[in-house]
């Protein structure tokens, strides 16, 4: 949501349109430099949380860090980066961040996965404990790592099950990296692995994205939801699934046309239960 006047109108702003949850960014996430957080930018969008009664607030960390750069200096800039915006949302009151974490360049998936554990072993421990890092899935485009739940699990064992690292699942994601979701079947059978590879008990986030790229094309293009690859019949199953009950699921979709007040209608349309 537009984040123009502070942070806390993104809340304001999802407030108008039905948001129950926002994710925002706590800086421009296509740079390194950040402003600091001032004691009146932070009181301000606890203002606005507790004035819109949304609490489920998540952040998207800058898309230039790569906590497993094969470049020294590159890695020591994610990690403090990284280390930067768990610093801004503890003091904005956030809870979540959601990282994309790292890609290859070229390494193997092997270096790539140990240099992702050990940058985040140091970035969990030199960071507030009241953050936890969402591990986003991803689309693999590139040698992006994350597209496969196995690697997911790798860093979550690697780290010994860390109690601040959790799961940030993106359909369009998951969808271009080759999981299935169009039917009941497909959407099962993804979910089953996901629970035997990763555990629902890991989930926090879920990005809700239609696909404007097929079923394992590592193309990542968002859609409006049901305008897209994956289709309607995925997100029915996915809104009225108790395992995603209580798990804030955001959308990032086109805004155009008002792209994200028609999903977000569009998404409550197909929630058999009532609200709440
Ligand atoms: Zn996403």
Known sequence: MPAAGGLGNSIRNGKKIGCTAVQVFTSSPQQWKS??????????????????????????????????????????????????????????????????????????????????????????????????????????????????????????????GHPRLGICLDTCHVFVAGYDLRTEDTFQQTFEAFESIIGFDRLRVVHCNDSKKGLGSKVDRHANIGQGEIGPDSFRFLVNDSRFERIPILIETPTENEGHEKDLALLWSLCQSTRG
Not at 68 to 81: L, Y
């Open 35 to 160: 402003k600091p957080v001032t004691d009146e930018m932070a009181a301000d969008f606890k203002a606005a949380c507790s004035e819109t009664g949304i609490s489920e607030i998540v952040s998207h960390d800058s898309y230039l860090i790569n906590l497993c750069a094969p470049d020294h200096d590159k890695r020591v800039q994610s990690i403090e980066g990284i280390k930067g915006e768990i610093e801004r949302c503890a003091k904005y009151g956030i809870r979540y961040v959601v990282s994309h974490m790292g890609s290859h360049m070229g390494q193997g998936e092997q270096l790539g996965l140990e240099g992702v554990v050990e940058s985040t072993r140091q970035v969990l421990d030199e960071t507030p404990e009241s953050v936890t890092i969402c591990m986003e899935t991803t689309a693999g485009q590139g040698s992006a790592l994350m597209a496969k739940f196995e690697q997911l699990a790798f860093v979550l064992d690697g780290l010994g």
